[in-house]
């Protein structure tokens, strides 16, 4: 299947500083991408839906000027995480999808997580 | 109705038997139905899907049976395996919309015993 690569895989920084986190699709262009947030032994939880060259559209209770989405290519996407608070430490999950490819049309592919912890 | 549904929430299967993870849904739109595996601290990975025009789907030791009038799919995993130990998300999604998303159900963290 398709790759999808996240950088960094953990990440620690102090409260109230911002973290960048990279979301690359590395075989396949994707047409859309998708940010998801897990916290200990729970579900996955779906933040923000990106499609590229378009602004990010935000699940419900999800602050769209805390976690920035820009999804400027159609192999990368970031996801950053502004004025970081202790709460806000999670494992953060990105997803791909093309639309375009015929041998994974319209499935998603995961990327590997970025464990974030706010200190 | 975006709701999908898993039990059981943990499970503990001795080597070489079977386990079953069971899931339900309520929304009818759903037409695409992903098992994903995941292990800690990874990201979750692809297992085994189904459409509902199908009522099982057999991939290797991992089955995914498909009840559309109960609305229900549930995942066997034949003769299972220490390395079998991970956490199982269920999923649904409506396949034919640009802007499906997938639903996940809340996990079942699957123990294999030797």
């Known amino acids: 299947g398709a790759v999808v690569s996240q950088h960094p895989s953990r990440v620690i920084c102090k409260s109230g500083t911002s973290v960048k986190i990279e979301c690359r699709s590395l075989?396949?262009?994707?047409?859309?991408m998708f940010w998801y947030r897990q916290f200990p032994k729970q579900s996955l939880m779906l933040m923000a839906t990106s499609n590229e060259g378009s602004k990010a559209t935000y699940e419900q209770g999800v602050e769209k000027d805390k976690f920035l989405i820009n999804h400027a290519s159609l192999t990368l996407s970031t996801l950053t995480v502004t004025s970081a608070h202790p709460e806000d430490s999670s494992f953060y999950i990105c997803?791909?999808?093309?639309?375009?490819?015929?041998?994974?049309?319209?499935?998603?592919?995961f990327g590997p997580g970025t464990r974030l912890t706010v200190l | 109705q975006q709701q999908v549904k898993q039990s059981p929430q943990s499970l503990i299967v001795q080597k070489g038997g079977i386990s079953i993870i069971n899931c339900a849904y309520e929304?009818?739109?759903?037409?695409?139905f992903p098992w994903y595996q995941q292990f800690p601290g990874k990201g979750p990975a692809l297992l085994i899907a189904i459409r509902p025009d199908v009522s099982e789907k057999k991939e290797g030791r991992f089955t995914i049976s498909f009840n559309k009038s109960a609305k229900q799919f549930s995942l066997h995993i034949m003769d299972s395996q220490p390395g079998d130990s991970a956490t199982y998300f269920c999923?649904?999604?409506?396949?034919?919309?640009?802007?499906?998303?997938?639903?996940f159900g809340s996990g079942t963290r699957l123990s294999i015993r030797p």
């Open positions: 929304n009818t739109a759903f037409d695409y």
């Open positions: 999923a649904a999604r409506g396949v034919y919309s640009s802007a499906s998303k997938i639903i």
């Open positions: 997803s791909a999808r093309s639309l375009t490819s015929p041998s994974s049309y319209n499935e998603q592919f």
């Open positions: 075989d396949f262009q994707a047409t859309t």
